[in-house]
């Protein structure tokens, strides 16, 4: 991986992170455009740079996020992200085997924009504006909605907002909960990426992600300025996105999904 491949990978995570189409989609869709081979960093590279996307929502919510007096707001989010974290450990091989399969990814894009079109016509008459009005219990259950997005193509943006508002929150609040609900997830993933986990094929060199990217300074330098990017780009769709959500509903991302999720379908069909 070259540094303009990891600036284009990176500049792709930090738009579509918050974005209900998949960045794990268009991540790898990206990567398949461009040529390069699907490699044991490049996996690695694309789960590690989601770093930057967490920096960009605590940014963005800092008065939130630094507010220490607030303990409910971190116990929820602990709550809410224990069936991720449970379900990742256990089905992580398995959600790796369908990351390559770009066809199957496709597909799940295309059946996630027709979900994407009726949403707004299914979730009226919300009761929750405010995060301070969650309880524990719908925070748990929109951790498990989170889940969902474990199938590549998902998103894991879309599953916790329509998980949201299946809990009677508010477009808006659903979404800003998405948003936090995202960093203690992202979080634990990035350092399951990069300490824990063993990337390589069995009977193969297996290596941790920081043993990679401390193999060459062309990869650390790739590390450092992905994070760069996403992070920066991140902040930026946020804002833009609760602004559109606001506005046009869900309806524009589930044709956008349904569009480029066929469009792929056939260029990968084909290709």
């Not at 284009?8 to 268009?26: D, K, M, N, R």
């Not at 998103?155 to 948003?179: C, D, P």
Request: with cysteine; proline share 2%; net charge positive.
């Amino acid at each position: 991986m070259d540094l303009l491949q990891s600036i284009i990978i990176a500049v792709v995570e930090g738009l579509t992170e918050y974005l209900p189409i998949s960045s794990t989609a268009h991540m790898g869709f990206t990567a398949s455009l461009m040529g390069m081979q699907e490699t044991e960093f490049l996996k690695m590279f694309q789960v590690s740079i989601q770093f930057g996307a967490i920096l960009a929502v605590v940014v963005a919510y800092h008065k939130k996020f630094l507010n220490f007096s607030n303990l409910n707001f971190y116990f929820k989010l602990v709550a809410a992200v224990i069936p991720a974290l449970i379900l990742g450990y256990l089905f992580d091989d398995k959600i790796e085997a369908v990351l390559g399969n770009q066809i199957a990814i496709s597909i799940v894009l295309v059946l996630g924009g027709v979900v994407l079109l009726f949403a707004d016509n299914w979730f009226k008459n919300p009761t929750i504006t405010d995060e301070k009005q969650l309880s524990y219990k719908k925070a748990v259950i929109i951790g498990f909605w989170q889940c969902l997005a474990m199938m590549p193509g998902t998103s894991r943006s879309a599953a916790s907002i329509i998980g949201g508002m299946t809990e009677k929150l508010s477009r808006k609040a659903a979404a800003e909960f998405s948003f936090f609900l995202a960093v203690p997830t992202m979080l634990a993933v990035t350092v399951y990426s990069l300490f824990l986990k063993k990337w390589g094929l069995e009977g193969e060199i297996q290596q941790r992600g920081y043993e990679m990217l401390l193999a060459s300074n062309q990869n650390m330098l790739a590390f450092i300025i992905g994070n760069i990017i996403a992070f920066i780009v991140a902040l930026i769709a946020i804002k833009s996105f609760i602004t559109l959500l606001n506005k046009y509903g869900f309806k524009p991302w589930g044709w956008y999904r349904i569009i480029v999720g066929i469009v792929l379908l056939i260029y990968f069909y084909t290709k």
